[in-house]
């Protein structure tokens, strides 16, 4: 949803926003109406929608301020009025919107753009699980001594709807084990969040997923990594798993939820993928997501099954193929993704995001500079079972990524000046290659996989073709570990120091 959103309102407001006046007039459409508590902003795009007939008269006049600007955005799209007011009734659209202007007179229009709050946290709610994957970067498995409770909770997601985050995921562990978890769905829906699960649907009966609907859940991510029984329930450590992944994958599309499935590629299940995205559109699914393996958590004990520059390439090509076939959506969490779509169309449509895959064409085109590539810290935030926050769930969790405590420090001032989330938003400071790549803004690397490898997350991505050289040398400095060995623990004291 991000991705096609964020496109548009960028392309709206550039060629108005790059300056002090406009910015001061951004702003104060983004001042609290004292009546409702919204921005006027979203008060003035539901007047424009029809969605309300009332108002305090600032929000009037905002509302023709931001008449012409929508509708001069919609005549540069080839739209109608009435289409692009057909788009902004979904709320979460005008939410979407405000984020965007937000970040527009927080930090202007830059490459790659800075949204006003993180469009989209991700929030390990527990570590409680009921499975024992080999790749679990959560370490999950037994309760958090400090997981939040229900009061903390509903804190927590009155500060993250208050600083204007569109989407909440949950996340673990397996979040539908905590008890509390319609409460929190519910509190997130009616705060005006999209709210979205990360599960092994393994407790996803057709009671259990009206229920959640109901609550206000729209989104589940699905795990399921292998289309043969066996390769899912080896790496997830429970057998049976796979049956059961398939059967909520199932209740969920009955129910309408959209489904996402899931899967963490690497040496284990990569040739299965062309197959896994037949079966998962078959059992009607929406999206298949890709997911980069991340040297984290338990996955450092299994580090020999990532992908090799090569590998990864013939991945993102093949995921690519499928996707032109139409069908279902296919996405990545590789941001060479988007390179290789590029690389592959000479005159390229469709620019993956790790959210989604907006069309661009013509002088659109230019705008996956400003969507693209890795958004850790400039897209989305994780949250930890005890409030904690970093730039992704995928970071190693130390002092270094830490980036404070939604309860106890100012959360949207972390959003603002934390350093290292200014240091992950500014491709031209990348070392190596992907400081000088031509593709830096459409990619440039993911920096969850360059921390996990070389404790420094401006470091290149050596799952890059790009990058080969520095996969080599990566190989060659941990021992006793090998592309045919049979180690089960990546050695940290062998970490490569870059001379880059």
């Known amino acids: 949803m991000e991705g096609a959103s964020t496109a548009g309102m960028v392309q709206f407001f550039k060629a108005v926003a790059d300056n002090p006046f406009t910015r001061r007039v951004l702003k104060g459409l983004l001042a609290r109406c004292v009546k409702d508590g919204k921005p006027r902003l979203e008060v003035a795009l539901e007047l424009y929608v029809g969605v309300r007939g009332k108002a305090c008269h600032r929000c009037r006049l905002a509302e023709k301020l931001v008449k012409p600007v929508v509708e001069a955005g919609a ?116 705060r005006g969040m999209y709210v979205a699960m990360a599960t092994n649907a393994t407790t996803l009966s057709p009671e259990r997923v009206k229920e959640l609907k109901e609550a206000g859940l729209g989104f589940v991510q699905i795990s399921l990594d292998g289309v043969n029984p066996e390769t899912h329930d080896r790496f997830r450590g429970v057998p049976g798993s796979f049956a059961k992944a398939v059967e909520g994958i199932k209740n969920c599309v009955t129910q309408g939820i959209f489904v996402e499935v899931a899967a963490t590629v690497t040496r284990y299940n990569l040739k299965e993928v062309p197959s896994m995205i037949e079966f998962i559109e078959k059992l009607g699914a929406n999206w298949f997501m890709a997911y980069n393996f991340i040297p984290t958590g338990r996955g450092l004990n299994i580090v020999e099954a990532d992908l090799t520059p090569e590998e990864r390439e013939w991945l993102l090509k093949e995921l690519w193929g499928r996707m032109k076939e139409g069908g279902i959506e296919v996405l990545s969490t590789a941001p060479q993704y988007a390179r290789v779509a590029q690389q592959v169309e000479a005159e390229g449509y469709i620019i993956p995001t790790h959210f989604y895959n907006p069309k661009l064409v013509g002088d659109l085109k230019r ?58 938003r500014d491709k031209d400071q990348l070392k190596g290659n992907c400081g000088f790549c031509e593709f830096r803004y459409v990619c440039g690397g993911c920096r969850a996989r360059a921390y996990g490898y070389f404790a420094d997350p401006l470091a290149p991505d050596p799952g890059c073709i790009r990058n080969k050289d520095v996969f080599e040398r990566l190989i060659r400095s941990l021992r006793p570990f090998s592309r045919n060995s049979t180690v089960t623990r990546f050695p940290s004291e062998a970490q490569v120091k870059l001379n880059v």
């Open 367 to 424: 705008l996956s500079e400003f969507i693209g590539g890795c958004g850790a810290g400039r897209f989305y935030l994780a949250l930890e079972p005890n409030g904690d926050l970093y730039p992704c769930v995928f970071f190693p969790h130390d002092e270094k990524t830490r980036l404070g405590n939604i309860l106890k420090d100012d959360f949207e001032k972390i959003w603002r000046e934390s350093k290292l989330l200014w240091a992950l």
């Open 75 to 190: 005549n540069a799209f080839g739209a109608t009025k009435e289409q692009i007011k057909e788009r902004f009734r979904d709320p979460y659209w005008r939410r979407g919107l405000v984020n965007v202007i937000a970040g527009i007179s927080l930090f202007g229009v830059r490459r790659p753009y800075v949204p006003g709050a993180p469009f989209q946290v991700v929030w390990n709610v527990t570590r409680v699980c009921n499975l024992k994957c080999k790749h679990c970067y959560e370490n999950a498995g037994v309760k958090d001594r400090v997981e939040l409770g229900t009061r903390e909770a509903i804190k927590a997601i009155d500060t993250l709807a208050d600083a204007g985050v569109v989407i909440l995921a949950f996340s673990g562990g397996e979040p539908t084990l905590r008890p509390d978890i319609t409460v929190l769905i519910k509190h997130a829906a009616d």
